[in-house]
């Protein structure tokens, strides 16, 4: 059972960089095959993909934010993380981190980031 936990500020200013850490309490994020994503959901939509840091260190992200997203891994402390830049307020929104094996989903609980000034 993988348990996952989001954390980072719930409050970031026009123009700043979102920055928000997944930390896994169980395993470890080499382990083969998993991927781990940050996935966000805006009020009153739809989750929206992020991007994933496989566990052999490769990375993809979303076309719609990829020039804006870098997603990073600190092995040791099994702990994965989001930089989103330039943030506007259209990046507001519950974030989640997810690990994800074959068929098989685990989420963090997520964690509100508002974009205001």
Do not use: H, M
């Amino acid at each position: 059972q993988v348990q996952l936990q989001e954390s980072g500020p719930g409050l970031v200013k026009p123009s700043q960089t979102l920055s928000l850490t997944c930390t896994v309490s169980s395993g470890s994020i080499t382990t083969s095959f998993y991927g781990w994503s940050w996935i966000r959901q805006p009020p009153g939509k739809g989750l929206e993909w992020i991007g994933v840091i496989a566990y052999d260190g490769l990375t993809y992200y979303s076309p719609a934010l990829k020039n804006r997203t870098s997603i990073s891994r600190d092995t040791s402390k099994k702990e994965f993380s989001l930089q989103l830049s330039s943030v506007t307020p259209e990046d507001t929104a519950v974030y989640y981190c997810n690990a994800r094996v074959g068929p098989t989903d685990y989420w963090g609980q997520g964690t509100q980031v508002t974009v205001s000034s």
